[in-house]
Antibody, heavy 124, light 107 residues
């Protein structure tokens, strides 16, 4: 079974660093892009970026470029999303998801498998 | 960035109704348009990819159409389990973008 399992909820203070994870199983991790999506409380979905674990090719949304770092460790089939200095406005739910039917970063298949989400709460 | 305009933002409908949600993009994305359903407290679920292809396991009452800049998600006969929020998303060029969402509520 193809699965993405995310790390648990985090409660942090503004200015702290954080790294959350997304462990993939049931498929060849290095053959698929993996992406991150934010959902702030009561709001819609925001695409943050994607990474291709085989060569670490990473594409960011301009809204998140410089604010977060997306990485992957192919030896343990895990993708990461990290912050060096959290803000209260980073509070939200973060999902990882697997885009499919991709070629050169253009994906015709949507994101077919999603993690369960990681809640990040940042207090000021 | 490609802008997504999804409408309506919410609608009320009854079980059995035909429901249509539209998504317009700021430039042509050919057919790289996907639709998701999200229920409260859950991760989104892929319904339709490439504008009109039904994801495996999704009921056939869901269908998608369109190309270029105008797209539609149709639920032919709304069921109780379909009350949720629906999002369109383009995967034609990065940054990928989502529509604002359409909340489908019980009338």
């Amino acid at each position: 079974e193809v699965q993405l399992v995310q790390s648990g909820a985090e409660v942090k203070k503004a200015g702290e660093s954080l790294k959350i994870s997304c462990k993939a199983s049931g498929y060849r991790f290095t053959s698929y892009w993996i992406g991150w999506v934010r959902q702030m409380p009561g709001k819609g979905l925001e695409w943050m970026g994607i990474i291709y674990p085989d060569d670490s090719d990473t594409r960011y949304s301009p809204s998140f470029q410089g604010q977060v770092t997306i990485s992957a460790d192919k030896s343990i089939s895990t993708a990461y999303l990290q912050w060096s200095s959290l803000k209260a406005s980073d509070t939200g739910m973060y999902y990882c998801a697997r885009p499919v039917r991709c070629r050169d970063g253009v994906c015709a298949g949507g994101m077919d498998v999603w993690g369960q989400g990681t809640t990040v709460t940042v207090s000021s | 960035d490609i802008q997504m305009t999804q409408s309506p933002s919410s609608l009320s409908a009854s079980v059995g109704d035909r429901v249509t949600i539209t998504c317009r993009t700021s430039q042509s994305i050919t057919g790289y348009l996907n639709w998701y359903q999200q229920k409260l407290g859950k991760a989104p679920k892929l319904l339709i990819y490439a504008a009109s292809s039904l994801e495996s396991g999704v009921p056939s009452r869901f269908s998608g159409s369109g190309s270029g800049t105008d797209f539609t998600l149709t639920i032919s006969s709304l069921q109780p389990e379909d009350f949720a929020t629906y999002y369109c998303q383009q995967s034609y060029s990065t940054p990928w973008t989502f529509g604002q969402g359409t909340k489908v509520e019980i009338k």
